[in-house]
């Protein structure tokens, strides 16, 4: 169900107050050789559409920003393992700096639960002697932390404690256990000494478990509460400090001798994830994300989001940029802000500013309400826009948008040069095809192909944990305990499988999700789009070399150039669609299975 919000006045931290928490820790380091491994918690099974590329090409930015936290507090000795790039890895069998870490931290989503649990059961089979303090954190602990607190009595695991909150309540734990640690103390016989005397109970986004047996399961879980947030984001550690401490893909279950360099970094990750504005003003019933935010809108200054896009690109090579926004157009001044900035420096025609590129989300609503500054805003360098359209006649979803308000959307993004993806959601009601209206699924998808849409996700209403709807879901019969005798696993609970339905026939309904995938990438309109493409827009080509660069090319190479980047814009559309039809294979393999379990 929805989290709760701190009362008024005390939803925000001080200004200041988290970066006077790293430099105490700074102080502190010096005195504590601490080691850590953070685990970012990854099920294969999901690598299906619309993800498909993007979830192993992109490092996550939440684990990249508490290892960017712990190297900017001054301990550097840290190492983040993606479990996209290292499928065998195995907590057991890990050492750093030649030891069993100190601390070991998983992040995990609720579809790569499964993944999560088996990490910390993992890492469990450590010498007690030597185990290191457990810490669960990510969007799955937020909403459900007690997930990672097994609960039998004959073979009882779990983490030490989950953080439900951001990277202040992690340092504010670190900082109270480094306080209370003596000479030579594991930090989880620190922390087992810190909870029993209640000294974890003033930090805001804790859950630990309580029982006469440490080891034993848990006879009760204490939730210390709702966070407080970080309301100037510029206070955060730079992110580029995260991407210096990624272990290198391999299929071992052990940890390299040193991080990836920056050039593997760069061989990698094709996309840079990075935060620029945090949460937005509508309340949509199935959504957990404004009550997350407790109602708040936060953002990093447009200096700052240059600095770090800057450092990336000079360091590692990356220049394309995915904000992971709730909604970047969600307030005009700051997102003014923020676009002037980095508009200014690609003005400057100097690199790294000129080659960079981004892409973010956004509403229908809120497009059309900032028209008359998209051409800033495209220059800023945004070159497309995740649209969560949902419905394209608002009957499922109201956001300010319809048909009309979407095509009018869709004209204005692509006549400023950014590529819009909308984002579709399927429910029982929707039929596949309609004859005299657009409410069909096919039908949508037909209007804003036509529209210009080079790319979308088609996903199914599906309970997401910590929203207004959760609730109703289970009580109304509405989710699927089992079905043909399997249990509902996490790593299908992500609007790809029909899990939650009333349809007489909800085999049906998986079907037309396969179909509508079919129905936008295929082979026809791949070779269409060789002729006709839907990605020659304006500023499409343009040359992104600083004038530096382009006064040294000979006028035959500039010639080259400028048709080499005249026929990847012109191919660009035939590529998402190659792109598409593989993640479809892969979608299909999967999910048509579960099709066959709902026919059953």
Request: glycine content about 6%; charged content about 20%.
């Amino acid at each position: 169900m929805e989290l709760p919000s701190r009362a008024k006045g005390q939803i925000l931290l001080a200004p200041g107050e988290m970066t006077a928490l790293r430099e105490r820790l700074r102080a502190m380091a010096p005195k504590h050789d601490l080691t850590t491994v953070i685990a970012c918690a990854f099920d294969h099974r999901t690598r299906i559409l619309p993800f498909i590329y993007a979830d192993t090409r992109m490092p996550p930015a939440g684990v990249r920003a508490i290892g960017s936290a712990l190297v900017d507090s001054g301990f550097p000795k840290t190492r983040i393992v993606l479990q996209q790039w290292n499928k065998n890895f195995r907590p057991s069998a890990m050492r750093l700096d030649g030891r069993i870490p100190d601390l070991f931290l998983v992040s995990s989503m609720h579809l790569h639960g499964s993944e999560c649990d088996r990490l910390i059961r993992d890492a469990q089979r450590i010498d007690l002697a030597k185990r290191p303090l457990i810490i669960a954190g990510g969007p799955r602990i937020i909403y459900e932390p007690w997930l990672v607190f097994g609960d039998d009595p004959k073979q009882p695991w779990g983490a030490d404690v989950a953080v439900t909150g951001e990277e202040f309540v992690f340092l504010s734990l670190l900082e109270t256990l480094l306080s209370m640690r003596g000479e030579g103390e594991s930090m989880r016989s620190v922390f087992l000494r810190a909870k029993e005397c209640g000294a974890l109970d003033e930090i805001p986004g804790l859950v630990y478990s309580r029982s006469k047996n440490p080891e034993g399961p848990p006879e009760e879980l204490v939730d210390t509460g709702i966070q407080r947030l970080l309301g100037d984001l510029d206070e955060l550690p730079h992110p580029v400090l995260g991407y210096q401490l990624l272990e290198p893909p391999s299929r071992k279950e052990t940890l390299s001798q040193q991080a990836l360099t920056p050039h593997g970094v760069r061989r990698n990750s094709a996309v840079a994830s990075i935060v620029l504005t945090v949460g937005c003003k509508f309340r949509c019933s199935y959504c957990p994300i404004p009550a997350y935010n407790q109602r708040q809108h936060r953002v990093k200054s447009g200096e700052r989001i240059a600095d770090e896009m800057g450092q990336i690109v000079s360091k590692y090579g990356i220049t394309f940029f995915f904000g992971t926004d709730d909604n970047f157009f969600n307030e005009t001044k700051r997102t003014l802000e923020i676009a002037e900035a980095l508009a200014r420096k690609a003005a400057a025609r100097k690199r790294p500013h000129c080659k960079i590129l981004y892409g973010t989300e956004a509403t229908v609503h809120d497009t059309i309400r900032l028209q008359e500054h998209l051409p800033l805003i495209r220059q800023s360098g945004l070159a497309a826009v995740w649209m969560g359209v949902e419905d394209l006649t608002g009957t499922l979803v109201k956001k300010g948008q319809n048909e009309n308000k979407t095509l009018e959307s869709f004209r204005l993004l692509r006549s400023n040069g950014i590529a819009p993806i909308p984002m579709m959601m399927h429910h029982d009601s929707q039929p596949l095809v309609t004859w005299k209206n657009n409410y069909g699924l096919l039908n949508q998808l037909r209007t804003l192909r036509k529209a210009g849409a080079l790319y979308t996700q088609v996903l199914m209403l599906t309970p997401a944990p910590g929203s207004k709807w959760y609730d109703d879901t289970y009580t109304s019969g509405l989710a699927f305990e089992s079905l043909n005798g399997r249990q509902i696993e996490p790593h299908i609970v992500d609007g790809n499988y029909v899990v939650a339905s009333k349809h007489p026939r909800p085999w049906i309904k998986q079907l037309n999700l396969l179909i509508a995938y079919l129905y936008f990438f295929n082979p026809l309109r791949m070779l269409l789009a060789l002729f006709w493409s839907l990605s020659r827009l304006p500023l499409a080509d343009a040359d992104t070399r600083s004038d530096a660069e382009i006064s040294r090319y000979s006028p035959l190479r500039s010639i080259g150039r400028t048709m080499f980047l005249k026929v990847r814009a012109h191919l660009l559309d035939a590529a998402v669609q190659i792109l598409g039809m593989t993640g479809l294979f892969h979608t299909f393999r999967r999910t048509i299975v579960w099709a066959w379990h709902l026919w059953q």
